[in-house]
């Protein structure tokens, strides 16, 4: 059997790239390739196959796939190596949007940024997550640039429930608690849509909380003291899958004030779910939407509240935010992320 090793800076449950990487081990063993997945950091994983990076015991035989988002010891252990190198850039979030409440998390990744100079001829292949990540690669000079989907979202069956009609809406966003997702403004939105229509409405901000970034939790803690929102907005910290799977099935419209994405998972999420999208125009998510569910480009807060209400209350014009979505998801459905990867370890063995 061939060998492909997958390398990440870190491994946690409910991570896109640790889903991502579970997708392509998972594809990668119908191809008859054996591998496991190795990190720097590995949270509460149990997995057998997830391990500790230095565990790794190096054979010319292996491919090896590199994840990149941020820097870790990774890069410089792999790049000794004569193995075959694949490299997968997932973006590395600029570190200005951490300064202020994480100076070591803000050092990783303007180091992790740094690195890609460094990575140019490093990998016999690359591959970006989303045309968006294509182009900040091609900006530093490199070439011949693949794009491979994420697609793990879409091999998991969905059984569709019918949502019941409640008084009280229920909101969500989904993402890890920092600053770039911007759940500061989130929170500013509900304050507004408070003001305007009252408080028959719930508020999910889903994602884990890191301690690192306790400055900022806290800030939005503050914040849902200060504006009364107690009652509206839960900050659910991790979840389970099946209690993610819950929320989103639940949910009356799904809402993103991040301002960088390298491409944004749950909004696909939010489409497999038949959940309406109000999202701000940060990095990837335009790409990721493709025309589907409602874009805006500046943060008008009592203008959006006002518009999540009519996609909460218009049911024609919530219908047509769906069926465009649904389109969305079809031309999603036709990437050709497995053939990539076929083809990627054909021509490296």
């Keep these: 059997m061939k060998s492909v090793q997958q390398f990440s800076a870190g491994f946690n449950p409910g991570d896109a790239i640790s889903n991502q990487m579970l997708e392509i081990r998972s594809y990668l063993k119908d191809l008859e390739c054996k ?12 997995l057998p196959f997830v391990k500790k990076y230095k565990a790794y015991k190096k054979s010319s035989k292996d491919i090896l796939f590199y994840h990149h988002s941020i820097h870790s010891s ?6 000794s190596f004569r193995s075959p190198r694949i490299l997968i850039y997932h973006n590395v979030t600029p570190y200005h949007f951490l300064k202020s409440y994480d100076l070591k998390m803000s050092y990783l990744l303007k180091k992790g940024r ?6 140019q001829n490093r990998f016999n292949l690359v591959f970006a997550v989303s045309k968006f990540n294509q182009k900040e690669l091609e900006e530093l000079g490199f070439e011949n640039v693949g794009i491979l989907p994420i697609t793990y979202q879409l091999s998991q069956p969905i059984s569709r429930i019918d949502k019941k009609n409640s ?36 508020f999910y901000l889903a994602g884990f909380s890191s301690r690192e970034l306790y400055l900022y939790r806290e800030e939005l803690e503050r914040m849902l003291d200060f504006y009364d929102l107690r009652k509206n907005i839960l900050i659910t910290d991790f979840l389970a899958d099946q209690e993610l799977k819950n929320l989103y099935q639940e949910a009356d419209v799904f809402v993103s004030m991040s301002e960088h994405e390298g491409f944004c998972v749950p909004l696909i999420e939010a489409m497999v779910h ?7 125009e940060g990095g990837a998510v335009p790409e990721t939407l493709n025309g589907s569910g409602i874009l805006f480009t500046e943060k008008k807060f009592p203008d959006l509240a006002i518009l999540l209400n009519k996609i909460l209350t218009d049911d024609s014009f919530k219908n047509q935010i769906l069926n465009g979505q649904d389109l969305r998801l079809e031309e999603f459905k036709k990437s050709e992320s497995k053939l990539v990867l076929r083809k990627a370890i054909e021509n490296l063995s």
Excluded: C, W
């Design 35 to 46: 591998g496991d997945i190795y990190s720097e950091n590995i949270g509460a994983a149990k």
């Design 74 to 79: 990774i890069f410089g252990f792999l790049r």
């Design 114 to 119: 740094e690195e890609l100079k460094e990575m």
């Design 167 to 202: 008084e009280i809406k229920k909101i969500l966003f989904v993402g890890r608690i920092t600053p770039n997702k911007r759940q500061d403004d989130l929170i500013r939105l509900a304050h507004a849509y408070k003001s305007l229509y009252g408080d028959r409405f719930q």
């Design 274 to 280: 038949r959940i309406p999208i109000l999202a701000y």
